[in-house]
């Protein structure tokens, strides 16, 4: 189970997520709220604050969420995502990186808030 809190700030939407995902079908929910929120506020900037949230996948539960991300065009609603990640999903969350960006994505994982924000808003 998990949760999403999202903030509206003066240059990106802040989501902060917290809790555990372990399959394929939440995960795309998890990013699905993103894209709604975003849409819904207008914002094309996101910052994910994911340092208390888990992410219990497989790297075929990644790849088949990169593929149903591309497959519905999500590289071309004009998102730039930073992603702060937990220590706990470093290597989980690079193949993330990895796969949304070789479709096109423009999202990118962070450690540090600071670099998060200067990429983000550049």
Not at 13 to 40: N, P, Q, R
Request: aromatic fraction near 10%; charged fraction near 25%; glycine fraction near 4%.
């Amino acid at each position: 189970m998990y949760s999403q809190a999202f903030t509206e700030k003066k240059e990106y939407l802040l989501c902060v997520s917290d809790g555990t995902v372990a399959d394929v079908e939440h995960f795309i929910e998890w990013a699905m709220s993103l894209v709604s929120k975003a849409k819904e506020t207008g914002y094309s900037r996101l910052l994910i604050d994911n340092r208390t949230f888990v992410l219990e996948l497989s790297s075929l539960d990644v790849i088949t969420f990169a593929k149903y991300l591309e497959d519905m065009g999500a590289a071309t609603f004009g998102l730039r995502l930073a992603a702060l990640t937990s220590p706990m999903n470093v290597e989980i969350s690079r193949l993330v990186e990895t796969s949304l960006t070789n479709r096109s994505a423009s999202y990118k994982i962070f450690q540090s808030l600071a670099e998060a924000k200067e990429w983000l808003v550049v």
